[in-house]
């Protein structure tokens, strides 16, 4: 799960404040894990709930952990809000040991100084990182190639599609921009008291539109704001447009809090969501058929990948420790409990996910990481803002992507 929902605005004060209390702190020197025999003591693992079932797995995975390190304790901390909450602790100088990091916070608290650097750890214990899917482990990175967290999971979007309805309009699941506006002509009729397609205002949607015509936010450097061009115009045309003519509604619209309910309602047969849908059917909608299908694609295949990190604060006091909950979590033994339940899809390549997942799979190629530059808090809730006035016909897309653009470049500029 990520924090892909939250609003970041909110945090730039309490960056600027962290900032201000690392400024003084002096460097402290990373060491290599030692001999898991020789490693003890007390360390605090802080994470969010997302759900019930989700702190089960993750008190089950610890309970290994200890039985495997039993000269090793580790108390658990669920924080809400969670960054907000771990930024206040950070900042007060007693901050978790290993925690989760979520990849659009990722560059702001590298950059900040609070994690801790793991490539000595990775040497001097030879973890191999060969596993790890590159987009995913690069989301940890920085552009020096200094490694500040390991991917515990990840999930990108795939098209989830109502095999009863699909049938009764006759119609394939669509592979391509053009045949997703065939089938949903089609659909019209088939979805009594909905629509054919769920869509939401949310660029943690959009964006893989975006990247399926070619646009991007921001250049492979991430030093140069992308998003007011032809590519993203047409790719936020062809996804509003969805909605104008008929084809698709939001959540709201559809008497819905988000798509995935809309599918097990059958408010919608197509739905573009993670693989977080996959439990939430099989709990709360076990009859509604349906079916896993890759994204559609137009120029190209385009995704987006969420995932989040176990990572070491720098103010950790105990780093051994520290790194050996963490190479555990993210080694092929805890990632293989953590994902056994199929809540989450493994950031392993040699950790075997649960049955049906193969479209999400399919997309790990082609999926980038929900991540932006750092200080980019206020652009995401200005391009949410404009976004959702977009829907509600109270802005155009011209100047939607003229004002994000504008906003992104100021950004840039301060952080140069």
């Not at 490693?39 to 360390?43: D, F």
């Not at 040991?97 to 590298?110: E, G, K, L, M």
């Given at each position: 799960m990520t924090l892909r929902k939250f609003t970041l605005g909110a945090l730039a004060a309490l960056l600027a404040l962290v900032a201000?209390?690392?400024?003084?702190?002096?460097?402290?020197?990373?060491?290599?894990?030692a001999a898991p025999g020789a490693?003890?003591?007390?360390?605090v693992l802080a994470h969010w709930a997302s759900s019930a079932e989700e702190t089960a797995l993750l008190k089950q995975v610890l309970t290994a952990f200890e039985k495997k390190y039993p000269q090793i304790k580790v108390r658990r901390r669920a924080l809400d809000p969670y960054p907000t909450s771990m930024l206040a602790q950070f900042a007060a100088r007693k901050p978790p040991?290993?925690?989760?990091?979520?990849?659009?916070?990722?560059?702001?608290?590298?950059r900040q100084g609070l994690l801790e650097p793991l490539n000595s750890y990775v040497s001097r214990s030879k973890f191999s990182t060969k596993a790890f899917y590159p987009r995913l482990l690069g989301a940890f990175r920085d552009s020096k190639g200094e490694t500040y967290g390991f991917p515990k999971d990840w999930s990108p979007l795939a098209?989830?599609?109502?095999?009863?309805?699909?049938?009764?309009a006759g119609v394939q699941p669509p592979t391509t921009w053009a045949t997703l506006n065939s089938a949903a002509a089609k659909l019209r009729g088939a979805v009594g008291g909905g629509k054919p397609i769920c869509i939401a205002a949310d660029w943690a949607r959009l964006l893989a539109f975006v990247y399926q015509n070619g646009g991007s936010f921001l250049n492979a450097s991430r030093t140069e704001a992308?998003?007011?061009?032809?590519?993203?115009?047409?790719?936020?045309?062809?996804?509003?447009?969805?909605k104008t003519r008929g084809l698709a509604g939001t959540p709201a619209e559809l008497g819905v809090g988000w798509c995935g309910e809309a599918l097990g309602k059958e408010k919608a047969a197509i739905v573009f969501e993670g693989n977080w849908v996959v439990p939430y059917m099989a709990a709360n909608f076990p009859d509604v058929r349906y079916q896993n299908n890759p994204m559609v694609k137009n120029k190209q295949e385009g995704n987006l990948a969420f995932t989040v990190s176990y990572s070491i604060a720098k103010d950790s006091k105990n780093k051994q420790a520290a790194w050996t909950l963490l190479s555990y979590l993210t080694g092929p033994e805890g990632m293989r409990i953590w994902t056994s339940k199929g809540l989450a899809l493994p950031s392993r390549s040699d950790v075997k996910p649960l049955a049906g997942r193969t479209a999400f799979l399919q997309a790990a190629p082609a999926a980038r990481p929900w991540q932006f530059a750092p200080g980019f808090a206020d652009v995401i809730t200005v391009a949410g803002n404009e976004l959702s006035a977009v829907f509600e016909g109270k802005q155009t897309i011209p100047n939607m992507l003229e004002k994000i653009q504008s906003e992104a470049e100021r950004t840039l500029r301060r952080g140069r």
């Open positions: 201000a209390v690392l400024a003084t702190d002096g460097q402290s020197r990373p060491a290599g894990a490693v003890s003591g007390n360390i040991d290993v925690f989760y990091v979520d990849s659009n916070v990722a560059p702001d608290w590298i098209m989830q599609t109502n095999t009863a309805m699909l049938q009764k992308t998003v007011d061009s032809p590519a993203v115009r047409k790719a936020t045309e062809f996804y509003v447009g969805l």
